[in-house]
């Protein structure tokens, strides 16, 4: 696997990043916090949920660099993910919403020439979707998003042009705020995975999973 580790000296590079997000409590799926959802198998495939949402990430190039962002208490989905090819990355303020996860990883990669922002209770997400981000990078697209039937939707893939928008988000809306301020090129996709999490135990049931 490619990857970007970056350093105060290092310059700006050509390597693309996946950034998997994947350190949230899930409170909605469980509020007792005893069952995370990102380890919830799935009925249709052999994997759990976010080992699903990253091998999608991964089969999209090789030279796509693929970093997770996981939260002190995920050992077990550190695990997994490393043992696939992912660089691991753990934040310690992730408890202050999704922004400080995704800044965290921004930080961490932050010579890289763009990002595909992918969410890891989002296993249906389908690997063309994320080549088709991934081509609108190489393309200089600023910014990019999947649309499935006329609605936008997640991953989320952005140059290193807004490096600086990324690093001062706030709150548990991620990069909401830059997609209404900023120019969006929107790549219509044959996706429904697109708009598909699992937040909830029925959100799993619907997706295949088991409870």
């Not at 949402?53 to 002190?72: E, F, Q, T």
């Not at 995920?74 to 310690?92: D, F, K």
């Not at 063309?128 to 697209?141: C, N, Y």
């Not at 989320?156 to 706030?170: I, N």
Request: hydrophobic share 45%; glycine share 10%.
């Amino acid at each position: 696997m490619t990857s970007v580790t970056s350093s105060p000296s290092s310059s700006s590079s050509s390597v693309f990043v996946g950034l998997l997000l994947a350190a949230g409590k899930g409170s909605r799926f469980d509020p007792s916090g005893a069952d995370n959802k990102l380890l919830a198998p799935l009925s249709d495939t052999d994997d759990c949920v976010v080992v699903a949402a990253a091998r999608k990430l991964l089969a999209a190039s090789p030279a796509l660099a693929v970093v997770a962002i996981v939260n002190s208490l995920q050992g077990e989905v550190a695990l997994r993910l490393s043992a696939m090819g992912c660089q691991v990355v753990e934040c310690s303020d992730a408890a202050e919403g999704m922004s400080a996860s995704l800044m965290c990883g921004i930080r961490h990669t932050k010579d890289a020439a763009g990002w595909i922002i992918a969410l890891g209770d989002m296993p249906h997400v389908q690997t063309s979707t994320h080549g088709g981000l991934l081509a609108a990078l190489k393309d200089d697209v600023d910014i990019a998003v999947p649309v499935y039937l006329g609605k936008r939707g997640n991953p989320v893939a952005f140059s290193r042009k807004h490096l600086d928008d990324l690093l001062q988000l706030s709150g548990d809306r991620g990069a909401r705020a830059l997609l209404k301020s900023s120019p969006v090129n929107e790549i219509p996709v044959n996706d429904p995975g697109i708009h598909r999490d699992i937040d909830t135990r029925a959100d799993l049931a619907a997706s295949g999973g088991t409870d």
